[in-house]
């Protein structure tokens, strides 16, 4: 399908062109040129449909940390006022089991489908078009209207790795292997404060795993001593809202960016992380006003969640995302101006600014008439911070399975994923039962959440079938509201540790 956008168009290209009054043109997933509207259409394109969005197109945004099993569930308030020192030590929290894991154990037995179709439909209200996290599961999940990084097809099969836990000697020299051939590792990387976590890195050094290829998620405890062995370059991947929740500081993304890392953002997870990138980025631009001195510009801060992500992917995918220039994917997302400078534009847009998200040319999100625009088939109203939009749940022909358990999960639509979701909340126990009652048929998809209960790399952290007794007393809250909003913000306030008083001011942010 070719499709033409117009409206102020940010390219985060090498050149960092900004075009108002421009055209985006798009064939078959990939952005072909990039021109002001006033010019003749390209040839080609004379029967293509045009959508006036009236706002500011950028490439769509990236978020390279999550952990998408437990993006239901609300913010954890960890029952100790200390901060943590490292990731070994809050999942063996009293609460954690009950809060956390427990929870979304439960989805993954009882929901798959329906958890992980809300997880990206919240992602997908915040701009983003690629996101990274998605949990083991029982056999093949076609639901995706985003990337999955680790999943999607564009880069061939097996170009991306994701480790949470720690790789052990055998473990590490198979993905030393696997990176010489090209293939990108993300790793959960010396996340906390401790010195002692440091030894992490230098296991990967000592096992030929770090490089381009090494994408180093959290890498809070790292030194510029490290940035500068780490060699040639690779990537870190920056969640501050949960590093200054769980740890009170955040990762050196000054040392990191003086040795050459491409440093992204990850919203990381619903527990102790922000809603959407686009609040992730205000984390970002706080910590960077008031820790940072203001170290990063407007358009640094924005390129870490478009531009360094893209070329982050690239390695592995070998196509341009991330920027809006011929031959990238067609990843985008409009907003409407929140500022005269776009970059402070996005920054300050919340998810009711977002009116349309296209991937791979297919629009997916949006405002219902821009969606009309398009050409979008199917779509479904909802509701964002009380503005209407619409949203695309099912995938065209062309990418639906054959199997017809999988159809089912790849056309179910957003109203039909919310009563799953509720039905589980308000009787867990029994709807984890009616689930394992089925056995374990292979066309049933369930999910393994990746940070269980006990300190992850252990025996203790392996999942466990929920017990009879623990069934009894399950509760699973009801799915957090799609967007950021007062209530969100205000919990943060009221619950955030001395050592993360940074982050109430968040509020700041709003604009109602």
Known sequence: MALILTGTVVTFDDDRRVEPRASVYIRDGRIEAVQPSRRRRLAGYADARLVSTGGIITPGLMDLHNHLAYNTLPLWQAPRTTPYTTRYQWPTAKTYGRDISSPAQALGIAAAAAALRYAEVKAVVGGVTSIQGSPPT??????????????????????????????????????????????????HLAEGTSAALRKEYGELAAHHCVGPGLIG???????????????????????????????????????????????CLGSDWAPSGTRSLLWEL???????????????????????????????????????????????????????????????SLIAAREPHITLVVVGGRPVYGMTSLLTAAGADGIEPIQVAGRRRGIV?????????????????ATMSWAE???????????????????????????????????????????????????????????????????????????????APAHAQLLARLSDYYDG
């Not at 510029?224 to 590093?243: E, H, L, R, T």
Request: aromatic letters at 6%; charged letters at 25%; a negative charge.
């Open 138 to 187: 029982t056999r093949a999940f076609p639901g995706w209207m985003l990337r999955n990084v680790e999943k999607d097809p564009v880069g061939g099969p097996d170009t991306v790795r994701q480790s949470v836990l720690k790789g052990e000697a055998g473990q590490l020299n198979r993905y030393a292997t696997e990176m010489a051939g090209g293939v990108s590792l993300f790793y």
């Open 217 to 263: 998620i959290h890498s809070t405890a790292l030194t510029a001593a490290d940035y500068a062995d780490w060699s040639p370059p690779g990537a870190i991947v920056w969640s501050p809202f949960s590093n200054v929740w769980l740890y009170g500081g955040t990762t050196d993304i000054v040392a990191a960016r003086e040795h050459g890392h491409l440093v």
């Open 282 to 344: 205000k984390v970002a631009d706080l910590w960077n006003r008031e820790q940072l001195g203001g170290e990063l510009t407007p358009l640094e801060l924005c390129e870490l969640g478009t531009r360094n992500p893209g070329l982050t992917m690239e390695r592995a995918w070998q196509v341009p995302v991330g920027r809006i220039q011929a031959g990238a994917l067609a990843d985008l997302t409009v907003h409407s101006a929140r500022d005269a400078d776009p970059y402070r």
């Open 393 to 409: 749940m099912t995938l065209p022909d062309d990418l639906l399975p054959s199997n017809p358990a999988q159809r089912r999960e």
């Open 417 to 495: 994923g919310m009563a799953v979701l509720d039905d589980v909340h308000r009787d867990p126990g029994a709807a984890v039962i009616r689930a394992r009652s089925g056995g374990r048929d292979l066309d049933r998809l369930e999910f393994i959440p990746d940070m269980p209960s006990g300190p992850p790399g252990t025996a203790d952290a392996l999942d466990r079938a929920l017990t009879a007794a623990e069934l009894t007393t399950l509760v699973v809250p009801p799915p957090e509201p799609l967007a950021t909003d007062r209530a969100w913000l205000d919990r943060v306030a009221a619950l």
